[in-house]
């Protein structure tokens, strides 16, 4: 991983200028030629335009690849198409874009699938990935797993990321074992402020979404002064 | 005094000559195009923290410290990797910056020992530093987590502890403190070009690895100590500082090995010397070093160091140590004996390359103006006095053209009977990273060489026969004269054309094509075409030579080739080009300029012009002799028949370093009073009736000047040892002998150099402190030196071209001796290896080993490891074989930095036409499996160790 600028398409592959397309990009061509740049751009909204394969995953009774213009609220796309979840219990939380993306709470569900209005609202759409949970999820268990996705991922070269990512999941293990955690908590704000601002690349600067959006949508998964863990999840183990 | 602390600017600086203005912290601030805002606010005085990035390599943008707000942009970028635009508004401090900064520091402590006040670096650590900077106060992670730092976590054996690795005999590696901020790889990479470093594993578990995860000494690393440098940390730190301590404060001086000339910062405590640390405005090493001038300065305190004079009658005698008085006055009274008795011309006296400019210039002096002869010499006939006759012959002076910076200008190089990466490393990392930008290397010589190798850098490699240099380069002239190459314009201008003309001529007939004298040179002419194209037409070339060019029978037509390439091609007079002769130790260039040779005073002129030796009589206010005096070859000659009785040795060990020592032997031991002036009992010692102890660079004021005509200041950082330096010595020498000259300072010895010799005029200490070094011709026309030479023309006028025939050499292979030998160094040893040999580096070269091609030994029966016995015509030695396809079949090669090697017994008297520099390149040699040591070895070492009885001193009872 180096420092950009130079960007890629200035200094890429072998020192060149390089170009990079992922297969979205090249999903979208063909429509495109076919029908013409109006077209597809008259799909989506406000500056997300054309449309955007989403990958429905998790527990979610219809699960799959839908392709859908911009624009949708989560809420359409995770009951309305996905048809709820698989268990059929309640859907709890939602993480949108990918293992580094935002867990979103149901009161988010009319947030329009676009990429200023996540944005807007500390989330990502990042590659369209959408993993549904049900009430039974333990979010202070899924803030760990970010970093310790992170932790398993990391490259090593900057300092927030690769020291960063261990130290979270030992931070967050001390709260789960209810080890002073008001205290613990600020640090985990702390290493996240560290991670998303001071990281080198994508993957410690987006580990922080995961993690402060389990902790500011579902706080009471994380204990401390709010009592142990919610009755709820010490009957669903 | 105090301590020199240079300013770290965190990026290399920009070439681009673009300017570029913006505001950092409220000032305006104007740099070059490409600096990078850290670099800007460093210029401004302001220092943002930073880790991971150091000016000698380029920005990384890893540790994550240096982040600044740009306003108008998002997030906060790495200053070090953010390069400078016109009109940004960047602030270095904010909350969030604060913010930022301590949380990263607090990762990083969370993962290293709090052991300050026991760590070699404490005091000179940019961690300890930054954790100030940023005010870390607390580390909230606390120290139970995962970590690189105890051995044991929780009772249980920590897998992500290593050990210190200490196999480097200079540096250790504690694992433990490091933060993985790669500078020391990229240190390994960028500066020295070596590529041993590399971060294994990834995420928590990267660490900084010597090859694939071996020990330093086990791995490719040639312990240049740029890691060391480069290190922020305890991690990679000398172990001289692990035993003594912070330095407390430094001086700035010159090593005293090669000829690169690297400048150093002698960090010391008190008389101690801490540390030997590059000088980044060195401008011959721009802060880089290798592994003899950074850490082999053992030696100067060796315990087999001789620091008091000694005197014998006979040399079967053991040597009685005496008073400086009775040694100067013993010696004087042989001299004036042996004058009376064989007349004025039986003495005479060898300077050193090793010894100042002032001190060499003032045994110069005393044998004109003492002995009243000028039977003067020095050693640099055995390595450059074919550069010296050659190039001032064709171009008009007899050194290199360029400056070291030159190399960063150059397209195409072509480096010919030279190995730098061995002899002239610091120089060898500045082309490497030239080449590794794109420019094209083309390499001739007999053996693959380290150069041909180095990592991500691709060589066209002429393996030529040794002893052809002469035909090849008639080739590639051929080439470049036949397919229309020349460079017209630039040969009508500059050179005489029809002396051109007829060289052209000579060169186009088809007996010098590739393809005719492919079967004497053994190079294919496919690739020698390739070579001639590349070089003629691939942009700005230039050529590096060394002794492989000049320790021939034709050394001095070598040279002339070479400049005759140079000129039919244009590639000289600008930087970027030229011809560059690779001197071998750190001031044969000062030792030929200040009048070593029997004909030529100071400055190069003959000492029959009566104007010049009437400057230096009124000056020295004594009579020359207009003769020129005898060479080295011939006063060995006249001793044998017994006119030359008396040889005042300063710094050279002649035994060991010319050629064919039988001989060498036959005449010294043929002399009445051998002074040899010396650190050590050498191998010339043996054969000496005074022993004169010398004092080493650290214990003396002087300049050297380097192969790039670079003159820089030694500087004094101890009392010697001995009791005094070298150029006092000679001064009492003389004196004893009844000829006074009156120094204190060797400042005014330069002062009267300057006087005297027209190149030198405009130098002097007070220059040399302020501009740091000058580069001859410094004058009234160049008052700051002269970095490229023949800018717009050349010196002598018209550059000459001169046909160059090849004579094969008389050196002959034929049935008896049917393998062609020739000798180089290596990198950790330094010449014969008197220094090197007493410091630790003999870790890496215990022993000269012979190079032999997996052919000729199976041939002969000879296994890797194997004593063989090596003859030729002149004599023979043994030692260990060497199995390697970096010879071809035919060639055998070998160093000489051993004495117990003696393989100079082996090498022959044939010489170089015009200047008696011997054929050390070539000698047709046998090789046959042998036992061990050969019987002259053996008499050898009988003799010397007999030789270096010193007699015990009797204490008067009282
Ligand atoms: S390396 Fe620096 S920070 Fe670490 S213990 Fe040593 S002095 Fe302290
Ligand atoms: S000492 Fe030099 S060669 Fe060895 S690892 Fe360090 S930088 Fe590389
Ligand atoms: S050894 Fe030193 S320079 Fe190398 S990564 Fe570790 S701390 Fe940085
Ligand atoms: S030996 Fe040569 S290259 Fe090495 S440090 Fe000394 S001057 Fe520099
Ligand atoms: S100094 Fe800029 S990231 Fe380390």
């Given at each position: 991983m180096r420092a950009k600028p130079p960007l890629p398409a200035h200094k890429g592959l072998f020192g060149r200028p390089s170009v990079i397309n992922n297969v979205l990009s090249f999903a979208a061509i063909p429509f495109i030629l076919d029908n013409g740049a109006k077209a597809y751009a008259d799909f989506g909204m406000g500056r997300s335009r054309g449309t955007m394969p989403i990958q429905l995953a998790g527990n979610i009774r219809y699960g799959g690849l839908f392709e859908t213009a911009f624009g949708a609220t989560l809420g359409?796309?995770?009951?309305?198409?996905?048809?709820?979840?698989?268990?059929?219990?309640?859907?709890?939380?939602?993480?949108?874009?990918?293992?580094?993306?935002?867990?979103?709470p149901r009161a988010l569900f009319d947030t329009p699938f676009d990429y200023e209005a996540f944005a807007a609202r500390d989330g990502l759409i990042g590659h369209g990935g959408i993993v549904v949970f049900d009430d039974t999820v333990d979010m202070v268990k899924q803030a760990r797993f970010a970093m310790e996705f992170c932790a398993i991922e990391s490259c090593g070269k900057c300092t927030p990321c690769r020291i960063g990512s261990t130290r979270g999941v030992e931070t967050i293990n001390k709260i789960i074992n209810g080890e002073r955690v008001a205290e613990n908590l600020a640090v985990i704000e702390d290493l996240c402020n560290t991670m998303k601002f001071g990281s080198l690349c994508a993957l410690g600067g987006f580990t922080p979404y995961p993690v402060m959006s389990a902790l500011k949508h579902f706080r009471e998964d994380f204990g401390g002064d709010l009592g142990p863990a919610p009755a709820r999840l010490q009957a669903a183990e | 005094m105090s301590l020199i602390q240079e300013i770290d600017f965190g990026t290399p600086k920009s070439k681009s000559e673009a300017m570029v203005t913006l505001t950092i912290d409220g000032n305006q601030i104007t740099v070059p195009e490409g600096t990078s805002i850290m670099r800007a606010a460093m210029e401004a005085g302001t220092q943002i923290p930073k880790l991971c990035a150091t000016d000698m390599v380029d920005a990384f943008g890893s540790c994550r410290l240096c982040l600044v707000e740009i306003e108008g942009r998002a997030g906060t970028p790495a200053s070090c990797t953010t390069p400078v635009m016109p009109g940004l508004v960047v602030h270095t401090q904010s909350e969030r910056l604060k913010k930022l900064r301590k949380g990263v520091m607090e990762l990083y402590i969370?993962?290293?020992?709090?052991?300050?006040?026991?760590?070699?670096?404490?005091?000179?650590?940019?961690?300890?530093?930054?954790?100030?900077?940023?005010?870390?106060?607390?580390?909230?992670?606390?120290?139970?987590?995962?970590?690189?730092?105890?051995?044991?976590?929780?009772g249980e054996a920590n897998a992500a502890w290593m050990p210190k690795d200490e196999s480097n005999p200079y540096f250790t590696y504690d694992p433990s403190k490091c933060i993985v901020c790669s500078r020391c790889v990229r240190a390994c990479e960028e500066v020295q070009g070596t590529f041993a470093l590399t971060i294994s594993g990834r995420g928590f578990d990267s660490r900084v690895s010597p090859g694939m995860s071996e020990s330093f000494l086990g791995s490719e690393c040639v312990?240049?100590?740029?890691?060391?440098?480069?290190?922020?940390?305890?991690?990679l730190t000398e172990k001289s500082v692990i035993e003594i301590?912070?330095?407390?404060?430094?001086?700035?001086?010159?090593?005293?090995?090669?000829?690169?000339?690297?400048?150093?910062?002698?960090?010391?405590?008190?008389?101690?010397?801490?540390?030997?640390?590059?000088?980044?405005?060195?401008?011959?090493?721009?802060?880089?070093s290798c592994v003899k001038g950074r850490f082999a300065w053992g030696y100067t305190t060796h315990k087999e160091r001789i620091l008091k004079p000694m005197i014998r009658e006979r040399i079967e005698d053991p040597w009685q140590e005496v008073s400086w008085d009775e040694a100067f006055n013993f010696a004087a009274a042989k001299f004036k004996g042996i004058q009376q008795k064989y007349?004025?011309?039986?003495?005479?006296?060898?300077?050193?390359?090793?010894?100042?400019?002032?001190?060499?210039?003032?045994?110069?002096?005393?044998?004109?103006?003492?002995?009243?002869?000028?039977?003067?010499?020095?050693?640099?006939?055995?390595?450059?006095?074919?550069?010296?006759?050659?190039?001032?012959?064709?171009?008009?002076?007899?050194?290199?053209?360029?400056?070291?910076?030159?190399?960063?200008?150059?397209?195409?190089?072509?480096?010919?009977g030279a190995n730098p990466a061995s002899a002239h490393p610091v120089f060898a990392s500045r082309l490497k990273k030239r080449l590794r930008q794109g420019a094209k290397l083309i390499v001739l010589d007999p053996r693959r060489t380290e150069m041909v190798e180095s990592p991500h850098v691709k060589a066209l490699h002429l393996p030529l026969m040794p002893g052809t240099n002469v035909a090849v380069l008639t080739a590639l002239a051929h080439v470049i004269v036949t397919e229309g190459l020349v460079d017209e314009a630039f040969v009508r201008e500059r050179c005489d054309w029809s002396e051109f003309e007829d060289w052209a001529a000579f060169v186009a007939e088809p007996k010098h094509s590739p393809e005719a004298t492919a079967i004497m040179t053994g190079v294919d002419p496919k690739d020698l075409r390739e070579a001639a194209r590349i070089y003629a037409t691939g942009g700005n070339g230039a050529i590096y030579y060394g002794l492989g060019v000049t320790e021939h029978s034709q050394g001095s037509t070598t040279v002339i080739a070479i400049a005759n390439l140079a000129m039919v091609t244009g590639n000289i007079g600008r930087p970027g080009v030229g011809v560059n002769p690779l001197r071998g130790q750190n001031n044969v260039q000062g030792s030929c300029d200040m009048g070593s040779f029997p004909h030529e005073l100071p400055g190069y002129r003959h000492i029959s012009g009566d104007a010049v030796r009437e400057q230096f009589e009124a000056m020295w206010n004594v009579k020359l002799n207009n003769e020129p005096g005898l060479r080295i070859p011939n006063m060995f000659d006249a001793a044998i028949e017994g006119t030359f009785m008396g040889l005042y040795v300063q710094g050279e060990d002649i035994l060991q370093s010319?050629?064919?020592?039988?001989?060498?032997?036959?005449?010294?031991?043929?002399?009445?009073?051998?002074?040899?002036?010396d650190l050590f009992l050498n191998e010339t010692a043996n054969y000496a009736h005074v022993f004169l102890p010398g004092s080493t660079f650290l214990e003396k004021d002087g300049t050297f000047t380097n192969a790039e005509r670079r003159i820089?200041?030694?500087?004094?950082?101890?009392?010697?040892?001995?009791?005094?330096?070298?150029?006092?010595?000679?001064?009492?020498?003389?004196?004893?002998?009844?000829?006074?000259?009156?120094?204190?300072?060797?400042?005014?010895?330069?002062?009267?150099?300057?006087?005297?010799?027209?190149?030198?005029?405009?130098?002097?200490?007070?220059?040399?402190?302020?501009?740091?070094?000058?580069?001859?011709?410094?004058?009234?026309?160049?008052?700051?030196?002269?970095?490229?030479m023949h800018i717009g023309g050349f010196v002598r006028g018209k550059g000459k071209f001169i046909i160059t025939e090849y004579i094969a050499t008389d050196e002959r292979t034929g049935p008896r001796y049917p393998l062609l030998l020739t000798t180089g160094r290596i990198l950790s040893q330094y010449n014969v290896g008197a220094q090197t040999r007493r410091t630790e580096n003999v870790v890496w070269h215990a022993e000269d080993r012979l190079e032999i091609h997996p052919h000729d030994a199976e041939q002969r029966g000879v296994r890797d490891g194997d004593w063989v016995r090596l003859a030729s015509r002149a004599g023979e030695t043994t030692l260990r074989a060497l199995i390697t396809d970096r010879v071809a079949p035919g060639v055998v090669y070998t160093t000489f930095h051993h004495p117990d090697t003696q393989a100079n017994v082996i090498t022959t008297d044939f010489s170089d036409w015009a200047t008696n520099c011997p054929e050390y390149k070539v000698t047709a040699v046998q090789i046959s499996p042998s036992n061990g040591p050969s019987d002259w070895q053996k008499a050898y070492d009988e003799q010397a160790r007999n030789s270096r009885r010193i007699a015990p001193v009797v204490e008067a009872a009282e």
């Open positions: 359409e796309l995770v009951d309305e198409i996905g048809g709820g979840t698989f268990t059929g219990r309640e859907v709890r939380a939602v993480q949108v874009g990918g293992p580094l993306g935002a867990y979103f | 969370s993962d290293h020992p709090l052991d300050c006040l026991t760590c070699a670096a404490n005091g000179d650590c940019e961690l300890q530093d930054m954790a100030g900077a940023v005010g870390l106060r607390d580390v909230r992670y606390g120290y139970e987590g995962d970590n690189h730092v105890f051995a044991k976590s929780n312990s240049c100590g740029a890691c060391v440098q480069a290190c922020p940390t305890a991690t301590g912070q330095p407390e404060h430094s001086v700035v001086t010159t090593c005293a090995y090669c000829g690169v000339g690297c400048a150093f910062k002698a960090e010391m405590r008190g008389e101690e010397v801490v540390r030997m640390v590059p000088w980044k405005d060195g401008k011959a090493n721009r802060g880089h007349g004025r011309d039986a003495v005479g006296g060898i300077t050193s390359s090793r010894c100042t400019n002032e001190e060499t210039y003032l045994v110069q002096k005393l044998i004109r103006g003492g002995f009243g002869n000028n039977n003067v010499d020095t050693c640099a006939r055995v390595c450059h006095s074919p550069t010296g006759y050659g190039l001032s012959q064709t171009f008009g002076t007899s050194a290199g053209t360029q400056d070291f910076d030159s190399v960063e200008g150059t397209d195409v190089v072509l480096i010919i010319d050629p064919n020592t039988k001989h060498v032997v036959a005449a010294l031991s043929a002399m009445e009073c051998v002074i040899v002036h820089q200041r030694v500087r004094k950082v101890m009392t010697p040892l001995n009791g005094y330096a070298d150029w006092e010595v000679t001064i009492m020498l003389g004196k004893a002998m009844g000829f006074t000259m009156n120094y204190s300072h060797p400042s005014e010895i330069m002062d009267e150099i300057a006087a005297l010799t027209p190149t030198f005029t405009g130098v002097s200490y007070a220059k040399l402190d302020e501009l740091g070094s000058v580069q001859w011709p410094c004058n009234e026309k160049a008052p700051e030196g002269t970095p490229v």
